[in-house]
Antibody
């Protein structure tokens, strides 16, 4: 059974940093692309970033480019999202999601339960 | 404002059929596969349809997808109260070099 467990969310001040982690199990991690998707309470989905299975290619939403960095450690079956220069509008639930192939950032077939990030002074 | 446009809400009676539209452009829907997700209240999204019209294992054939030009449609037949959820379309945008989602459609089964 595929499991994705996010951690690292919490309260951070504007301008601060936070690193999210997503521990994966139940599949051959290095064979699949991974994405981060966020959602404000009561709002729609926003794709944040994706990384290929090998980690050789990444992509970002325009709203986070230059501030967020996605990475993965295939030996630890974990994907990370380093978030810097955080803003109030980054306050969301952040989901980790698995792509259906090694380069598929779309077609997200398994999702974690999400971790809440709150940016506030 | 989302790159993909969905109606905010749709409704129909139990047992009936409903369709949800998703409109985009040549940089996204027009040249890329579309996926659909179901998000039940308080839960994470779930993949319903991928590559425009394919269903992952375990998804009933009451759910169907289609694409024409720069628009896509999700169909749900034999509506059940358990289908009440938010539905999102998503695809790759070749200009933005990012995944884009629609704003979501709330399905109410009356």
């Amino acid at each position: 059974e595929v499991q994705l467990v996010e951690s690292g969310g919490g309260l951070v001040q504007p301008g601060g940093s936070l690193r999210l982690s997503c521990a994966a199990s139940g599949f051959t991690f290095s064979n699949y692309a991974m994405s981060w998707v966020r959602q404000a309470p009561g709002k729609g989905l926003e794709w944040v970033s994706g990384i290929t299975g090998s980690g050789d290619r990444t992509s970002y939403a325009g709203s986070v480019k230059g501030r967020f960095t996605i990475s993965r450690d295939n030996a630890k079956n974990t994907v990370y999202l380093q978030m810097n220069s955080l803003r109030a509008e980054d306050t969301d639930v952040y989901y980790c999601a698995k792509g259906q192939g090694s380069v598929k950032f779309n077609e997200l077939d398994n999702w974690g339960r999400g971790t809440l990030v709150t940016v506030s002074s | 404002q989302s790159a993909l446009t969905q109606p905010p809400s749709v409704s129909a009676a139990p047992g009936q059929k409903v369709t949800i539209s998703c409109s985009g452009s040549t940089s996204n829907i027009g040249n890329n596969y579309v996926s659909w997700y179901q998000q039940l209240p308080g839960t994470a999204p779930k993949l319903l349809i991928y590559e425009n019209n394919k269903r992952p294992s375990g998804i009933p054939d009451r759910f169907s997808g289609s694409k024409s030009g720069t628009s896509a449609t999700l169909g749900v037949t034999g509506l059940q109260t358990g289908d009440e959820a938010d539905y999102y379309c998503g695809t790759w945008d070749s200009s933005l070099i990012a995944v884009v989602f629609g704003g979501g459609t709330k399905l109410t089964v009356l």
